[in-house]
T-cell receptor, first 115, second 113 residues
């Protein structure tokens, strides 16, 4: 079974430019998560989707970040405009359900460098 | 362990020895705990989990111990192998309405051949 797929794996942009990341979760997984991981730290949740509904976006900086999961399968996370401090790894994860014990499976991440 | 350049606690062990990685969690109401392994350039990989009504759970070569009194979690790896070299994160789920995983600071495990 294929795992969580993310693209691109690496992205280098100049500040103030837009950038988008794509995620395809494991087939049949209804819950999708976007995390931010700074160097040397654990992932921090940005947004959680249950099917196409964003059920927790409290940590998403909405002035520049947006996300969508229109058909309840794959998802896109966008930053516009990017700032130097956005340089990090953006991880996508999925789980079968939204229960506390539903294991979250992570993709390889997209490493963003903002110059 | 000592902090290294990235300020990650580091545990250095010899191949074949047992490893113990420790984690302190923050919320006494957390009811579910997970250990993840993250290799360089990859996403976190699930290792083992434990619910708050247990104090010990064993998997293949790994054991997780939970001490709710002092809010402490540990991961024991038996007969550590070079392939175990990675950053290990504990995560707590506060459950309830938030249902959010909170990750701790990782520990870098370096296995010396």
């Amino acid at each position: 079974e294929a795992g969580v797929v993310q693209s691109p794996r690496y992205k280098i942009i100049e500040k103030k430019q837009p950038v988008a990341f794509w995620c395809n979760p494991i087939s049949g997984h209804n819950t999708l998560y976007w995390y931010l991981q700074n160097l040397g730290q654990g992932p921090e949740l940005l947004i959680r989707y249950e099917n196409e509904e964003a059920v927790d976006d409290s940590q998403l900086p909405k002035d520049r970040f947006s996300a969508e999961r229109l058909k309840g399968v794959d998802s896109t996370l966008k930053i516009q405009p990017a700032e130097l401090g956005d340089s990090a790894v953006y991880l996508c994860a999925s789980s079968k359900g939204q229960g506390a014990t539903d294991t979250q499976y992570f993709g390889p991440g997209t490493r963003l460098t903002v110059l | 362990g000592e902090s290294v350049g990235l300020h990650l606690p580091t545990l250095s062990v010899q191949e074949g020895d047992n490893s113990i990685i420790n984690c302190a969690y923050s919320n006494s109401a957390s009811d579910y705990f997970i250990w993840y392994k993250q290799e360089s350039g990859k996403g976190p990989q699930f290792i083992i989990d434990i619910r708050s009504n247990m104090d010990k759970r064993q998997g293949q070569r790994v054991t997780v111990l939970l001490n709710k009194t002092v809010k402490h979690l540990s991961l024991q790896i038996a007969a550590t192998q070079p392939g175990d070299s990675a950053v290990y994160f504990c995560a707590e789920n506060k459950g309830g309405a938030t249902n959010k995983l909170i990750f701790g600071t990782g520990t870098l495990l370096a296995v010396q051949p």
